[in-house]
């Protein structure tokens, strides 16, 4: 959801209102902490704070990976005449974070955890998973692209091993976002007023 105004999404409402039908047992977020940068220093002050909404949902948990930082040669698209035709780039991979998707898909599936699952991600790794949870345990999964830009859409294999497929609209978004504040044990949440 780059680029998008609705970041203080509560996902137990994107649940519902993607599979109104059905009751939700239990969501898996999955994420990794991001870390501060020169150029927005404030990231995981804000991250901190949605990931602490979000653990007001009572059936949703938390599976973190990690982001690795480093610099990586890369080549320019348009090189300039006379100057380098490569630069160096500080590159973020999330690492784990589609790893530990497919591994509790696969492992709730397994243990009968779920009778459906939908899994929010456009992520082209998930095609093997979502193929055995589909013809090996013979349960219903679905696919949502979480991304608007049709130049990040599905890929076809995702979209061939899925059994259906559902869209996140922006109407979607708009009204399933949390209350500006909301009470934990800890005390009041504001949502950012920034991101």
């Known amino acids: 959801m780059k680029g998008t105004p609705f970041k203080w999404l509560d996902l137990s409402k994107v649940c519902r209102a993607l599979l109104p039908k059905h009751e939700i047992h239990r969501i ?21 704070i949605y990931l602490r909404a979000l653990e007001t949902i009572p059936n ?3 599976e973190y990976g990690r982001f690795r930082p480093r610099l990586k040669e890369r080549p320019l ?12 780039v500080h590159d973020t991979e999330e690492k784990g974070t589609d790893v530990n998707l497919a591994t509790y898909l696969l492992m709730d599936g397994y243990e009968d955890d779920y009778e459906q699952a939908l899994v929010i991600s456009n992520d082209a790794d998930l095609a093997l998973p979502i193929s055995i949870v589909r013809q090996r345990l013979k349960r219903p999964i679905g696919i949502v692209n979480p991304n608007r830009n049709p130049k990040d859409g599905m890929p076809k294999d995702v979209r061939d091993a899925a059994t259906f497929e559902r869209r996140i609209y922006k109407s979607t978004l708009r009204n399933c976002q949390f209350p500006p504040t909301l009470q934990d044990a800890i005390g009041t949440i504001t949502k950012p007023s920034t991101w």
């Open 77 to 88: 698209v348009t090189p300039i005449p006379g100057q380098p035709r490569n630069v160096v």
């Open 60 to 62: 949703l948990t938390i």
């Open 28 to 48: 898996r977020y999955f994420t990794a902490l991001v870390q501060s940068r020169p150029n927005d220093p404030q990231a995981p002050q804000r991250q901190q």
